[in-house]
């Protein structure tokens, strides 16, 4: 399951573990249920180069990701990468939402997330 949550979180420090929590409430729902969690770093907002805020709540999403032992997408990684400082490629001109240029970015780290599950059908009783 791809999931990616949080674009529209409050991004300040004191609300983050909250998020984490959330993340982790899912992940363990979809791990009962014997589904493959993958989360996603949240994609860049407006034009500042660093995304500051996202970039600190994908720190931690990160680290979820590597303590929980679960893949990671690396959204805003693949942004940041293309073409850097010219967003507008990719990102509509309020710089939230994407354009065919930045879904095709996303799609293609998804698919390198999606590149790290191997998996084994098992019976059931």
Request: net charge positive; proline share 6%; aromatic share 8%.
């Amino acid at each position: 399951l791809l999931i990616l949550y949080g674009t529209n979180n409050n991004k300040s420090q004191q609300h983050i573990p909250a998020a984490m929590d959330d993340f982790a409430a899912i992940v363990h729902a979809c791990q009962q249920r014997g589904t493959v969690a993958m989360l996603g770093t949240i994609p860049p907002r407006q034009w500042t180069p660093e995304s500051a805020p996202e970039a600190n709540f994908n720190r931690h999403v990160v680290e979820l990701c590597r303590r929980l032992k679960i893949p990671c997408g690396y959204i805003l990684e693949a942004f940041q990468a293309a073409r850097p400082g010219n967003r507008r490629t990719f990102m509509g001109g309020g710089g939230v939402h994407w354009r065919g240029e930045g879904m095709k970015l996303a799609a293609e780290a998804w698919g390198r997330t999606m590149d790290q599950v191997r998996f084994v059908l098992r019976d059931q009783p």
